[in-house]
């Protein structure tokens, strides 16, 4: 009986030793966050940057382990991937943040409306990345518990 107790003891030591497992190193909970991107970005995509850094500062602070992360792009924020298809230092911040983890998904409607060829006009887009409608999307996702941030 001694034996069983001090096993559950040490079980109990180390998990309290170790930390709650769903919580990141800063005390985080895990969190499911959605992105909400639809206006220009400029010329350059110099005004996408700042929203990329806040996605990477923001899987950081939390962890890549504990955070589920959704990039919504419709209308002008779909602008994110074309200016990417042309400009390396955005398509080494989208590569970095989908090795990640997150997941960037595009509007169809708004491919269909501008006559937009996600293979040919964007940069890195999958079939699975498009939804039919980036804010039924962002509305299905909210009542999924993420939570809705617009940098």
């Not at 109990?12 to 639809?38: E, L, M, S, T």
């Amino acid at each position: 009986m001694r034996f069983i107790r001090l096993i559950i003891m040490t079980a109990v030591a180390f998990w309290v030793a170790a930390g709650d497992p769903v919580r990141a190193q800063d005390g985080y909970a895990a969190q499911k966050v959605i992105y909400h991107i639809n206006l220009a970005g400029g010329d350059d995509g110099s005004a996408y940057k700042g929203a990329l850094n806040n996605m990477r500062n923001h899987l950081e602070a939390v962890g890549k382990a504990n955070i589920d992360l959704r990039v919504v792009m419709h209308g002008d924020g779909v602008g994110l991937l074309q200016a990417a298809k042309d400009n390396q230092q955005l398509q080494g911040l989208i590569v970095s943040l989908k090795n990640d983890g997150v997941r960037f998904l595009v509007c169809n409607n708004t491919l269909v409306g501008r006559d937009i060829d996600p293979e040919q006009d964007l940069f890195d887009v999958w079939p699975e990345d498009i939804v039919p409608s980036g804010v039924a999307e962002i509305a299905k996702l909210q009542l999924e518990g993420f939570v809705y941030i617009k940098p």
